[in-house]
């Protein structure tokens, strides 16, 4: 049973246009599918449980990490660094108490990246033993503290390119981490990602120290504006 | 110009279909409406001014609140008392720190109209001065607290009728409510609110007294179940 070119050519043709309209009709099935779940919902609960997350700061190692950490494993933590570290353009960043180590290695790797940062943070809180806001300023990262002593900036948010909304009850420390009954929302949802990118906006204005009185200590003006950090 | 009894009938008849297609069409538009905008999303930002919630409390007042404060003001406080009193059949609370005398009532007032009440919260801060969850205990409303004395039950939210998560930075404190940068997120995403209900009872089943061991306290048992309070 032979066939003639012109019959292999027909066969072929419709096979493609068979082929084509699959894909695009799996392609469109997807959309629907990504559509109907809506934006990104992830919720985490912590303690997390200490695992290595080191492969989430270097990407093309030749070894593997032989720290004596669990490799490999997924948590909420690790979860909330990739969230993190998935910022290209920007990250706004309102958080009360900031002394984790690794969180603060991930602000400064996507400073290091280009990623612009900005922070408001707890006039109290950011002074503190272990507290990584200072090595954040130094760094070159943008700072804001909330002016008034008589207020505490309470908030544990992230906005991410403007776009991604990390929020809940986890302060940026070990002990919130490892430790506590904590929890943390990620959401697309323009929603609610708009009302936190608001707020971000009026605290770091709000808190903008040329729009303060300038503290004479020393006969010297105290002020220092976003660009001494 | 006359029109026959049999043309009058068939006109009124027409009129009638045509206003129930109508009002089916408004219905339908309505509901389309209401599922493209999705469940409930409201975020809510603190400090909030301080203004007279009588009303939420009191519905069928002869005379109206004679207090100093103002009335008739939509706040952020007032819209999280909304919400929370909307409860009919459920109320399931995780908050670490709870001293605020006016959510305090709240949670009375749901328990006294039938409302189930759950509580969860922190070891340390539930024997803070100033704590209502020694009163909500003497009402017979049923608290938990976090067995482990080195960690802190720091969640602050709450789940009305299973089906909505109040959740944010907000503890259940004066200071919070009226001086603190906070924020509190209301919602009825179902993909956000399932993992929060999980969560909860997980937290309700781990702290159960009678799955502690009792301590022994001058050769009495210490040991408390929920019926106990």
Redesign the interface.
């Known amino acids: 049973m032979s066939m003639s070119f012109k019959e292999l050519m027909k066969v072929l043709g419709l096979g493609a246009v068979a082929f084509v309209l699959g894909v695009e009709w799996l392609n469109w099935l997807k959309r629907r599918l990504r559509d109907s779940h809506?934006p990104l919902?992830e919720?985490l609960?912590f303690?997390s449980p200490q695992v290595c997350v080191e492969h989430l700061f270097i990407h093309h190692k030749h070894f593997p990490c032989a720290c004596p950490l669990p490799h490999g494993v997924e948590t909420s933590f690790s979860r909330l660094l990739v969230h993190l570290l998935s910022a290209r353009m920007s990250l706004d960043l309102?958080v009360?108490s900031f002394s984790h180590m690794e969180l603060s290695r991930a602000i400064l790797l996507l400073h290091k990246r280009g990623v612009v940062v900005r922070v408001v943070t707890d006039r109290d809180y950011m002074t503190i033993t272990g507290s990584q806001i200072g090595a954040l300023r130094k760094a070159g990262i943008c700072v804001r503290h909330?002016m008034s002593s008589?207020?505490?900036?309470?908030?544990?948010?992230a906005l991410v390119d403007g776009r991604k909304l990390i929020?809940?009850?986890?302060n940026w420390t070990l002990?919130?981490v490892q430790?506590?009954?904590?929890?943390v929302?990620v959401?697309e949802?323009p929603?609610?990602v708009g009302?936190?990118q608001k707020?971000f906006q009026k605290?770091w204005e709000a808190n903008d120290p040329a729009n303060h009185k300038p503290q004479c200590t020393n006969g010297q003006l105290n002020i220092k504006t976003c660009k001494d950090r």
């Open positions: 809506g919902k919720v609960f303690p309102c009360f909330e008589a207020v505490h900036m309470h908030h544990k948010f929020t809940g009850s986890l002990t919130a430790s506590n009954k904590e929890n929302m959401t949802e929603e609610l009302p936190y707020e605290l």
